[in-house]
């Protein structure tokens, strides 16, 4: 079992409780280190704003680094404030910002998550083959 996960997942407090929850819940995860901006999503996809991106990546490289962990979720979700459009233009940012993920991390399992009008969590997008075989496995 893991001890650490890493959530990249916005401010908005209605989705706070169901992200760690599911997180803990799927992934047998014991704690969820939490990285939020309002719509990190948009932030890690269009990676405009360097700043505040190098501020997420620092904060990712605690996570794993530390932490020691070996997954990193994305989420995006209904009605967000700092993010304010449909759920599959969330989604598209959401790929995008486990593509740049995916490049600085290449061992690290990300998934993607939606959270719904009824604050209920899915994985949509997963990435979770990175993980060369270990030396048991032929
Ligand atoms: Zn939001």
Redesign the pocket.
């Known amino acids: 079992m893991d001890e650490f996960c890493t959530s990249i997942h916005?401010?908005?407090g209605r989705?706070q409780e169901p992200v760690i929850r599911f997180l803990k819940a799927r992934y047998q995860v014991k704690y969820v280190d939490v990285i939020t901006e309002?719509?990190p999503c948009r932030i890690l996809a269009e990676n405009r704003d360097k700043e505040l991106v190098k501020s997420i990546v620092e904060r990712i490289n605690i996570s794993v680094m530390k932490h020691k962990s070996q997954l990193i979720a994305v989420s995006?979700?209904h009605?967000?404030?700092?993010?304010p459009c449909d759920a599959d233009t969330q989604k598209n940012q959401i790929k995008k910002s486990i593509d740049f993920c995916r490049d600085l991390y290449p061992n690290i399992d990300m998934i993607g998550l939606w959270i719904d009008n009824n604050w209920e969590v899915t994985v949509f997008a997963e990435d979770v083959q990175a993980r060369p075989a270990g030396p048991d496995i032929k």
């Open positions: 916005c401010m908005d989705i309002p719509g995006g979700h009605d967000c404030a700092g993010n």
